[in-house]
């Protein structure tokens, strides 16, 4: 299959730290892929790259036949890539519509008043949250932050979503709803890079998985190839013997 997303030689230093080096990969259109590896591997600065939240040291990275490398996040976005952050940045103060009509600014299809209302009650539908759709974001419960955060990216009408452990601190109830979630997603086409640690969401999801140690690429195979590969194993033991 030809790449979708493609990262080639992506590098970014902080002062003297080499928190991603000299890192390729790609991901075909409709695959979920997962980018794995111990804390501090250096993933978020990836998906921070790549939704343009932060610049390359160097390397390239291109969506289809664009080059996403030196865009700006809104620009970006536009390009069809949408992501979910690690802490949600909900504005509490606001109904959980309103927030999701914030986003919908910003993504590739601009849509304002009575347009925007119906297509962030779209997309909250679509994550299970349009009975919460008049609260105050700020009163939502955990899980129902993430569908919010979720639905914020969803707004945004994504080729490439790009999830940061969304999966991350539900009960294991939750977690098969969310499971099921992205499961549609990709059903819908969406193609998904997806940084996690719940490895039974892992297992159930990627079909793959790029994994990292201290920046650099350990392994980039199907998802239990990759996690019995001798290299991935030691980090990860590492990290439970640091
Ligand atoms: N803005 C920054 N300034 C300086 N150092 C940073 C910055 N962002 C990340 N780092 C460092 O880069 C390295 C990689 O961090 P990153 O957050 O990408 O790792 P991660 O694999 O996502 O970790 P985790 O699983 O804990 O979220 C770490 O050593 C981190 O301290």
């Given at each position: 299959?030809?790449?979708?997303?493609?990262?080639?030689?992506?590098?970014?230093?902080?002062?003297?730290?080499?928190a991603?080096?000299?890192?390729?990969?790609?991901?075909?259109?409709?695959?979920?892929?997962g980018?794995?590896?111990?804390?501090?591997?250096?993933k978020?600065?990836?998906?921070?790259m790549?939704?343009?939240h932060?610049?390359p040291?160097?390397g390239?990275i291109?969506l289809?036949d664009?080059?996403?490398?030196?865009?700006?996040?809104?620009?970006?976005?536009?390009?069809?890539?949408?992501?979910?952050?690690?802490?949600?940045?909900?504005l509490?103060?606001?109904?959980?519509?309103?927030?999701?009509?914030?986003?919908?600014?910003?993504?590739?299809?601009?849509?304002?008043?009575?347009?925007?209302?119906l297509?962030?009650?779209?997309?909250?539908?679509?994550?299970?949250?349009?009975?919460r759709?008049?609260?105050?974001?700020g009163?939502?419960?955990?899980?129902?932050?993430?569908?919010?955060?979720?639905?914020?990216?969803?707004?945004?009408?994504?080729?490439?979503?790009?999830?940061?452990?969304?999966?991350?601190?539900?009960?294991?109830?939750e977690?098969?709803?969310?499971?099921e979630?992205?499961?549609?997603l990709?059903?819908?086409?969406?193609?998904i890079l997806?940084?996690e640690h719940v490895?039974?969401?892992?297992?159930?999801?990627c079909?793959?998985?790029v994994?990292m140690n201290?920046?650099i690429?350990?392994?980039?195979?199907?998802?239990?190839?990759?996690l019995?590969?001798?290299?991935?194993?030691?980090?990860?033991?590492?990290?439970?013997?640091?």
């Amino acid at each position: 299959m030809s790449p979708f997303l493609q990262v080639s030689g992506l590098t970014r230093r902080f002062g003297g730290l080499v928190a991603v080096n000299d890192l390729s990969f790609s991901v075909a259109k409709g695959e979920i892929v997962g980018l794995l590896g111990p804390n501090g591997s250096g993933k978020t600065t990836v998906l921070n790259m790549i939704s343009g939240h932060l610049p390359p040291s160097d390397g390239q990275i291109a969506l289809a036949d664009t080059r996403l490398s030196g865009l700006g996040p809104h620009k970006i976005a536009r390009q069809g890539v949408a992501r979910t952050f690690q802490l949600v940045r909900a504005l509490p103060s606001l109904s959980v519509t309103e927030n999701v009509i914030v986003a919908l600014a910003f993504g590739r299809k601009r849509l304002w008043g009575e347009a925007a209302r119906l297509e962030a009650l779209k997309r909250l539908e679509q994550v299970g949250l349009a009975h919460r759709a008049g609260q105050q974001a700020g009163d939502l419960t955990y899980i129902d932050q993430k569908r919010m955060e979720l639905a914020r990216a969803l707004a945004a009408d994504p080729q490439l979503l790009l999830l940061d452990e969304w999966l991350a601190g539900l009960n294991p109830t939750e977690l098969q709803t969310g499971i099921e979630l992205i499961r549609g997603l990709k059903s819908s086409g969406i193609t998904i890079l997806m940084v996690e640690h719940v490895m039974e969401a892992i297992r159930a999801l990627c079909g793959r998985c790029v994994i990292m140690n201290a920046g650099i690429k350990i392994a980039d195979a199907p998802t239990a190839e990759a996690l019995s590969d001798p290299a991935v194993v030691t980090a990860y033991l590492g990290e439970q013997h640091a």
